[in-house]
């Protein structure tokens, strides 16, 4: 599979493994991130000579910039097939101690950034009759509720019906929209939430015992953009060993 692919937040983690899993695939990707150093990096580390890795700076906090970046890597060449969604922060904090500021920076980064990137990029594909696929990156905090993250288990709760109304929206332009909601990956961000508190045990619930890989994420966000997931739209996928099927067990 050939296509131009924008992936944002790729500078680490899951959207650096998201990435490097399309080049495999032959693909073109564009990585969208804040962080210019270590986005300058990882383009050095995966560029193969052949122009098939693009990067672009873009606050997701910041409209026009995202606006900038989204025009910019559409016109780069002359159109896109997939947006992986994939930029998000997680802050672990008391519900009763949220400040609206950090509120406001994860609403604005996990749920915004999307809602507007998605938007750009959609009218776009509309525009030049381009049967695209757009996958967000959801959470099985999305899912279920827990303790200290109420605000990014709301901005991932919104980015489920963000997806599926999207999905219902652009289908008649062929345009195919889903979400991957992973549940304990081994990536830095899962590794600072243990950090900040060392009480919790991640894989404690999780009947496959143990924490998911960078890889299998990927892979996931791949199948969904794949020819092979055609008739597939509007679908939260859950990578997570099976930990949500397991809510019950005391």
Avoid at 99 to 123: A, P
Avoid at 191 to 219: C, F, Y
């Amino acid at each position: 599979m050939s296509k131009r692919v924008l992936v944002s937040g790729c500078a680490s983690g899951i959207g650096r493994g998201i990435v490097e899993n399309y080049l495999e695939k032959d693909c073109k990707v564009i990585m969208l991130d804040k962080d210019e150093e270590q986005l300058s990096l990882v383009v050095s580390e995966l560029d193969d000579g052949k122009g098939r890795v693009q990067s672009v700076v873009c606050d997701l906090e910041n409209v026009e910039s995202i606006r900038k970046a989204a025009s910019w890597a559409y016109n780069l060449w002359k159109g896109l097939d997939i947006l992986v969604n994939n930029a998000g922060l997680a802050v672990r904090e008391s519900f009763i101690d949220i400040g609206l500021e950090n509120w406001n920076q994860i609403m604005n980064v996990n749920l915004n950034g999307t809602f507007i990137l998605s938007q750009i990029i959609s009218k776009r594909m509309k525009q030049d009759n381009i049967s695209g696929s757009i996958v967000n990156m959801s959470s099985k905090n999305g899912l279920s509720g827990s303790s200290k993250l109420a605000h990014y288990n709301a901005s991932k709760a919104g980015i489920n019906l963000l997806t599926q109304s999207m999905a219902v929206e652009l289908a008649p332009y062929r345009i195919r929209v889903n979400a991957v909601a992973p549940g304990f990956i081994d990536t830095p961000l899962d590794q600072k939430l243990k950090k900040e508190d060392t009480n919790l045990n991640l894989t404690n619930r999780t009947p496959m015992q143990r924490l998911g890989t960078v890889k299998e994420v990927a892979n996931g966000v791949y199948f969904l953009t794949s020819d092979q997931a055609s008739y597939i739209t509007g679908t939260i996928l859950v990578i997570d060993g099976g930990h949500m099927a397991n809510g019950s067990e005391l």
